[in-house]
């Protein structure tokens, strides 16, 4: 007779994306296995995540406050803001220590495939921002793949008439690799060197 309890848990984890059956199987051993107060910890902790993390009303970034550190900072430079495909690139970038500017989250990537459009995402919220908060330059910070690559083309042509200037982090990073897979060192460069973004 198969364990109950033990498939429920290996089912739970296994919905988790990048999480397979035999990897599930393997952490919910693992978690069987450990002290029974890691196991509580982490329980605790993941309950807190979802009933006190919120995202920015500002810019969509995670946060336990209605606004998020980054959008309270007074000592963020005000006229570049650094557009992401989802909040965990943020984490990513801040990582670099290079780039002082705010963010947008665009909430995902054009993606017709999996019925995704523009308006699916916070592009309305983006012009906004570039008029309300004066900004200067809009850095696309999209995943170097087709869908990320198609993403960064609709956002250049929309925003063309807009006042701003319109720039893309280099291709040092990889074709077809998530930023979040992308080294610090690799991440800096591509910052540094962003381009203008020309039709």
């Known amino acids: 007779m198969k364990n109950r309890i033990f498939e429920r848990c290996v089912g739970e984890l296994s919905r988790l994306p990048g999480i397979g059956r035999k990897t599930a199987v393997r952490l919910a051993l693992h978690l069987l296995k450990s002290d029974a107060n890691l196991v509580k910890n982490l329980a605790e902790s993941m309950i807190e995540l979802k009933e006190k993390t919120v995202f920015c009303k500002i810019c969509g970034n995670l946060s336990e406050e209605q606004i998020c550190h980054i959008c309270q900072d007074s000592y ?35 993606s017709p495939l999996d019925g995704i459009g523009p308006q699916d995402l916070t592009i309305d919220r983006l012009i906004e921002r570039i008029a309300e908060e004066d900004i200067s330059e809009v850095i696309i910070a999209t995943n170097p793949d087709i869908e990320g690559e198609t993403t960064a083309i609709y956002l250049s042509k929309i925003l063309k008439n807009k006042n701003v200037r319109v720039t893309k982090i280099a291709s040092g990073v990889p074709i077809g690799t998530n930023l979040e897979y992308t080294d610090e060192l690799t991440l800096f460069k591509a910052m540094e060197q962003r381009t203008e973004i020309h039709e």
């Open 76 to 110: 963020r430079k005000n006229g570049q803001l650094c557009v992401v495909e989802e909040a965990k690139d943020i984490f990513v970038l801040e990582n670099t220590g290079f780039f002082r500017g705010r963010y947008h989250v665009l909430g995902g990537r054009i």
